[in-house]
């Protein structure tokens, strides 16, 4: 058996495949040794926090990826094996039918269909497909009928990943290199010089959302963190955070009161703002720098009881946070 006959782990075919959704390869590359090392296997990443495994994900952006990975991971430690047919694969969290269909092809070498970004894209092109595989019931079995004969072979997963690495590396987004395609003369976008036009484009419904960022600090020197009742990371610890109007971040914000007592404050100040995109949103903030006198009580909760609060050391703060939204409130102070 040569090393491409070999089958592979499924754990790791499992992990960099839900890496690689709407992430490039160059970037993953990275994240995915980092991960290896500290979580090598399910047992391993079943018995992490769900803090840590964010801190690990940071970077990766749709945070839902990581807490699906986890809450898999404890499915999969607690039967004691990770499943092998795609029916058990797509009942776990966050696994569905292309995740299901790698892990199978990939790792134990099923005759079992892929249909990712790129072989949605050299579909699209080689048949002229004008619509995507999101549009419809109709539409999405159109591209899987074509990834299914691609996987009707004994070495399907060669099939497979031949294909995945042809997307990657010729058939790219933009300016493939047709002459160097094995698949250039049944390419019907290659043969009408309609590869720009294929696959059409994804409409995409941005959402504009300013709000306020709190970084409240006490006289010692910790920032507050909390977790639940958010805008945005509402399962992770994250800097307080809400929807606000341009300009209206002098004083004391309302919603600051949730948290402290208006009473214990020395001093607010604007220290700047930045910008984030998540999902749909994309987002501008001003972050609002909150200091609190001596001997001010450290609230445990919130008013709110289904908010923990957490006070963190302000040294620390930038390796607490498991979010880039709070790295760059935190570097403005």
């Known amino acids: 058996m040569s090393d491409l006959d070999a089958p592979r782990d499924p754990y790791a075919v499992w992990i960099s495949e839900t890496m690689l959704q709407q992430t490039q390869v160059s970037t993953v590359r990275e994240y995915f040794v980092r991960w290896m090392k500290r979580f090598p296997d399910i047992k391993t990443l079943a018995a992490a926090s769900e803090e840590e495994v964010f801190m690990y994900w940071q970077g990766l952006g749709y945070y ?9 991971a404890k499915i999969a430690a607690e039967r004691k094996k990770f499943p092998r047919t795609r029916k058990e694969l797509e009942a776990l969290p966050g696994i569905g039918a292309y995740t299901a269909g790698a892990i199978l092809s990939l790792a134990y070498h099923e005759r079992e269909a ?3 970004g790129n072989l949605v894209r050299i579909f699209s092109r080689l048949y ?4 995507l595989p999101t549009e419809s019931k109709e539409s999405s079995e159109a591209y899987w009928n074509y990834a299914r004969e691609v996987a009707d072979s004994p070495k399907a997963y060669m099939h497979n990943e031949a294909l995945m690495e042809l997307g990657r590396t010729i058939c790219k987004i933009k300016n493939p290199d047709c002459a160097n395609c094995p698949l250039q003369e049944s390419c019907r976008a290659a043969k009408e010089n309609r590869t720009a036009d294929f ?7 941005q959402k504009d959302w300013h709000g306020t960022v709190l970084v409240i ?6 920032i507050l963190a909390i977790h639940g009742g958010q805008k945005f990371f509402k399962n992770q610890f994250t800097l307080p955070h809400f929807e606000s109007p341009r300009n209206a971040t002098s004083g004391l914000p309302a919603q600051a009161e949730d948290y402290i007592n208006a009473d214990n404050v020395c001093a607010v100040k604007n220290i700047g703002k930045f910008k984030h995109n998540i999902t749909v949103h994309k987002i501008e903030c ?11 009580p450290m609230r445990k909760a919130s008013a709110n009881t289904t908010h923990e609060i957490q006070w963190i050391k302000r040294e620390t703060a930038q390796d607490f946070f498991a979010n880039s939204f709070c790295l760059k409130a935190l570097a403005k102070l």
Request: aromatic residues 2%; hydrophobic residues 40%.
């Open 64 to 72: 839902s990826r990581a807490r699906n990975i986890l809450k898999t």
């Open 114 to 116: 892929i249909l990712d």
């Open 128 to 131: 002229a497909l004008d619509f």
């Open 199 to 205: 696959p059409p484009a994804k409409k995409h419904i």
């Open 217 to 222: 600090e006490s006289a010692d020197h910790k």
């Open 286 to 296: 001003d972050v609002l720098h909150i200091k609190l006198r001596e001997k001010a």
